[in-house]
């Protein structure tokens, strides 16, 4: 696993919620899981543009955080299946109102664009 350099800072809510749950992929990746899609397979295709390496990455993070939870099921191939934790549960309405507020600004951040390639 990844080794800080700078130690974290314990007395700051932001910077633990930034290193647990905040990355390019986590929310999505939390999302499906809590949409019911809970195997590799299925969160790769969910989510087109993540690779299979940071798709491993993210989950084995969630999991070491105690965020989500694996399951392998002892048969060959083996199944891999994730679910969200009670913890992983509290996170979901940030998740949620980030994506609404992504989706709510979304239009204006097409203006700015559209407008700034027109300049």
């Not at 694996?70 to 309405?93: C, D, F, N, R, W």
Request: overall charge neutral.
């Amino acid at each position: 696993m990844y080794q800080r350099k700078i130690p974290l800072d314990f007395d700051c809510g932001t910077g633990i919620a930034i290193e647990v749950i905040i990355s390019k992929w986590k929310f999505c990746i939390l999302q499906e899981i809590n949409k019911g899609i809970s195997r590799p397979k299925d969160l790769m295709e969910a989510i087109p543009d993540i690779t299979k390496r940071v798709l491993h990455e993210q989950l084995k993070q969630l999991e070491f955080h105690g965020i989500v939870s694996k399951h392998i099921y002892p048969e060959v191939p083996p199944k891999v299946e994730y679910s969200i934790t009670e913890i992983g549960m509290q996170a979901l309405p940030i998740v949620q109102a980030v994506n609404q507020w992504g989706l709510d600004f979304a239009p204006r951040l097409k203006t700015i664009l559209n407008s700034e390639n027109e300049a």
